[in-house]
């Protein structure tokens, strides 16, 4: 059973940074792509970042662009999303989902996903 356990979420101030963590169980990085997703309350869920396991191909949303890396292990099945100049518009839960067979930012054609963690920027 494939499944998706993200760590690494918190508070912040804006202009902070924060790295989280996406660690797959069940199924190896090298076949399977992984995005990264958020949701602020009362919003819907919004694409950040994924990355195709086939070549390492990375995308990211408009709205990160610049201020956000995604990257993987796969030695460690981990995959990893470095924030940076957060702002406070980036609050949301932020998940981790995974698919054999999509890549994109479509969070509908993702069929796992991770529990979510937290990350909060404000002064």
């Known amino acids: 059973q494939l499944q998706l356990v993200e760590s690494g979420g918190g508070s912040v101030q804006p202009g902070g940074s924060l790295r989280l963590s996406c660690i797959i169980s069940?199924?190896?990085?090298?076949?399977?792509?992984i995005g990264w997703f958020r949701q602020a309350p009362g919003k819907d869920r919004e694409g950040v970042s994924y990355?195709?396991?086939?070549?390492?191909?990375?995308s990211h949303a408009n709205s990160v662009k610049g201020r956000v890396t995604i990257s993987r292990d796969i030695a460690n099945n981990t995959v990893y999303l470095q924030m940076s100049s957060l702002k406070p518009e980036d609050t949301a839960v932020y998940y981790c989902?995974?698919?054999?067979?999509?890549?994109?930012?479509?969070?509908?054609?993702?069929?796992?996903w991770g529990q979510g963690t937290q990350v909060t920027v404000s002064s």
């Open positions: 989902a995974a698919d054999k067979h999509y890549s994109g930012t479509w969070y509908g054609l993702y069929e796992y």
């Open positions: 069940g199924f190896s990085l090298d076949y399977i792509n």
């Open positions: 990355i195709r396991s086939s070549d390492g191909q990375i």
